[in-house]
């Protein structure tokens, strides 16, 4: 029997995804860590996946059947840690921790006694081949949950990723859905000036991949495309996110500064304000 999925309405996954913005910035704020452009980004993809389309268990977070999320973009792990407090597999009040001696809550993406975490990511371009890996091992196993990963465009850099994603179509591993987080900011610069990805969709299609370009903001329609998924029988699933770096703040938005900046003084009183006004 399989898990159920939360499926919350979209109003709700809304409130949710204004939640965890204010989330991440106090973490940021309170450690003064970086990555915050990062995380925001990629927020409504993290609610709509957790809160409506993953089949997960709680109470038993190593169940068997579960479905996997790997983000291998493991820089933007307060996004996943507030997601996932908000799921209830951490106290909320532990997020306060982050970055601290001690803490499981690491800098990047860490599995170790922290429930939900199915690897430990961090060093671009490793992601996608773990759950290619994990992908194979299901499918050979009759197993029907499904692999969910979400890379960097900055991680499309990486000749790892690109390997494996020339293994999963030959697999025929329609259980495998790759979202490329595609803000089009990397640490030092602009996509397109770093190494530019464009046409990034026919890319990842020419290898193989059903593939579907998407507002990685509009949760119905996020939330519409997971439910699509496998988009082809036999083949795995690539959707393009078209994201904003620094989401839902406007001084931030689409700003390189904010990849490594956190928020102080006036600018966090902004910042949560502007939150504050979209309920």
């Known amino acids: 029997m399989a898990l159920e999925a939360a499926q919350l309405p979209v109003p709700e996954l809304k409130d949710l995804a204004r939640d965890v913005r204010a989330r991440i910035i106090k973490t940021s704020h309170l450690t003064q860590t970086p990555h915050l452009g990062s995380c925001l980004s990629c927020v409504d993809i993290l609610v709509a996946a957790y809160f409506h389309s993953l089949r997960l268990d709680t109470v038993n977070p190593r ?14 792990c307060t996004s996943l840690y507030a997601v ?5 597999y951490l106290p909320l009040a532990e997020l306060q921790t982050f970055y601290q001696n001690g803490s499981r809550l690491a800098g990047h993406v860490t599995h170790k006694d922290m429930p939900g975490v199915e690897v430990s990511t961090g060093s671009l371009g ?3 081949p773990i759950s290619t890996g994990m992908a194979l091992a299901a499918k050979r196993d009759g197993a029907s949950h499904r692999i969910y990963c979400m890379i960097s465009d900055g991680e499309c850099d990486e000749g790892s990723t690109w390997e494996a994603a020339l293994f999963a179509p030959h697999h ?3 259980n495998l859905v790759v979202i ?3 803000n089009k900011i990397q640490s030092f610069g602009r996509v397109e000036d770093v190494i530019d990805l464009r046409p ?3 890319k990842w299609q020419a290898f193989g991949w059903a593939t579907r370009e998407i507002d990685g903001h509009d949760l119905g329609v996020i939330e519409g495309t997971f439910g699509d998924v496998p988009f082809e029988a036999g083949k795995p699933s690539c ?6 770096k620094g989401k839902g703040v406007g001084f931030m938005e689409d700003k390189l500064l904010w990849h490594y900046r956190a928020p102080r003084g006036e600018l966090m009183d902004q910042a949560l304000a502007e939150l504050e006004a979209r309920k």
């Open 126 to 128: 490793h992601g996608l």
């Open 180 to 182: 490329v987080d595609y």
């Open 84 to 88: 996932l407090a908000e799921m209830g």
């Open 239 to 244: 959707i393009v996110a078209h994201t904003v």
């Open 200 to 202: 990034l969709a026919q």
């Open 63 to 76: 169940a068997v059947r579960r479905d996997r999320f790997i983000l291998s973009k493991g820089h933007a």
């Open 172 to 174: 025929k591993l329609d």
